[in-house]
């Protein structure tokens, strides 16, 4: 059951505040842009309310009561990060985002193991975020820069994946793309990259959000996501790395907190996570992201993934009514994609299409999603996306339709 009669999807709906608010034009709000940010319970909300009120201190420096308490929450919302996808602890290193996690690994790992006649392997999928530093590394370092190739649907091309991976020192992969919702093999990938010799890195800014993600089980040796995709508040991330590969990584930034003993002449830098936590941190949002991985946690990532597997699917089945009229749907099957949409609607530009749906309360993405390549490598100029999450319904689904029937009337499609 997806639609809101169902009482544990009435209580999650009702959980976050801004989804009880008409628009400026009086209409429900139809939120489907969650692959870009989530929107926030409640108790999220509470949370950065609550330290700023209550707990406001810096943190690892004052033996004070407030400071000592402030701390505590700020480890404490590591661990809760640590055990969502099973990691150590000190194996969790906050950031601002995905795209500061992966930069730190490109800067701290990357320069210190890459020459020319190593390469690096992507995929045509990929975020700039999980591209552009790849390619800067690149150019510094001499390595090779490949990628593995996508069909037309988005389906990963893997009959000469032993081809690509040789000389490979890092496989850099979405686990989720957030244009076409391809869901990585990743039990294919990341075994045969280690065969070969090869690291991996996975931006799983799509996939922590929205399904069960366990580092130890995937045996992934970095994992980047964002806390504002994940019901918590923006400016905060994690990046996990294996113990070992931290240790003998240099600091991606250095100043205070990441040191054990400086003088003039020399520093010695702390033990981990603290060695890449350069400055003071982030740390109402650190805090406000546990609450938001308890949050998660209350709900269940296997129902939150079925949900958005079923609503997926209807989705599709709603949309494909659309294209007699010229809706092209992109992406893979169902089975092999989440809860991300890309189409577009005859020859309604995306830009156009997103703005019609606007009027009706409906909140979709249009543009390049930050894969100008991928799109190049389609054919496509933009699309439009619509996004799911576990506050979303049939009902949402829906209203999608309707309002893209309407630009189809507006625009005299036929």
């Not at 707990?55 to 004052?62: L, M």
């Not at 404490?76 to 985002?97: L, M, S, Y």
């Not at 869901?183 to 990341?190: H, K, R």
């Not at 949900?307 to 092209?328: D, I, S």
Request: hydrophobic share 45%.
């Amino acid at each position: 059951m997806l639609a809101t009669d169902d009482p544990k999807q009435q209580r999650i709906i009702g959980d976050f505040p801004i989804l009880a608010k008409p628009t400026s034009r009086g209409k429900r709000l139809v939120y489907l842009d969650s692959a870009a940010s989530s929107q926030k319970p409640q108790a999220v909300i509470d949370a950065l309310v609550h330290f700023y009120t209550n707990d406001n201190a810096n943190i690892h420096r004052g033996v004070y009561e407030l400071a000592e308490r402030a701390t505590a929450d700020f480890e404490a919302a590591r661990e809760k990060v640590a055990q969502f996808v099973n990691a150590d602890t000190p194996e969790i290193i906050w950031t601002r985002n995905t795209t500061e996690a992966i930069n730190l690994v490109s800067y701290s790992w990357g320069l210190a193991n890459l020459y020319p006649g190593a390469a690096i392997l992507a995929s045509q999928l990929e975020h700039h975020s999980n591209l552009v530093p790849w390619q800067l590394l690149a150019a510094k370092t001499g390595a090779e820069l490949r990628f593995l190739e996508v069909d037309a649907e988005g389906r990963f091309k893997l009959e000469d994946l032993d081809r690509k991976l040789r000389g490979v020192k890092l496989l850099a992969i979405s686990h989720i793309s957030n244009s076409l919702g391809t869901i990585a093999p990743l039990d294919i990938l990341i075994p045969r990259a280690h065969a070969a010799g090869a690291l991996v890195l996975v931006d799983a800014a799509q996939s922590v959000p929205h399904m069960p993600v366990d580092v130890k089980r995937l045996d992934v040796d970095f994992l980047a996501a964002s806390g504002h995709k994940m019901c918590g508040p923006t400016g905060i991330g994690f990046l996990y790395g294996k113990r070992a590969l931290l240790e003998a990584m240099p600091p991606f930034l250095t100043g205070g907190d990441m040191i054990r003993e400086v003088a003039y002449e020399s520093t010695t830098f702390n033990e981990l996570p603290w060695k890449f936590e350069a400055g003071t941190s982030n740390i109402a949002d650190a805090v406000a992201l546990g609450t938001a991985v308890d949050y998660l946690t209350g709900v269940g990532m296997d129902w939150i993934r079925n949900h958005e597997r079923a609503l997926t699917a209807y989705a599709l089945e709603r949309l494909r009514m659309l294209e007699p009229r010229g809706l092209a749907i992109y992406g893979p099957r169902e089975e092999q994609r989440a809860g991300v949409i890309s189409f577009n609607l005859a020859d309604i530009h995306a830009h156009d299409l997103a703005s019609i749906l606007d009027t009706e309360g409906v909140c979709v993405r249009a543009g390049h999603h930050c894969t100008m390549p991928l799109m190049r490598r389609m054919g496509w100029p933009a699309t439009a996306r619509a996004s799911f999450y576990l506050y979303n319904t049939e009902d949402d689904v829906d209203a999608l339709v309707t309002a893209l029937e309407k630009a189809a009337r507006l625009f005299k499609v036929a």
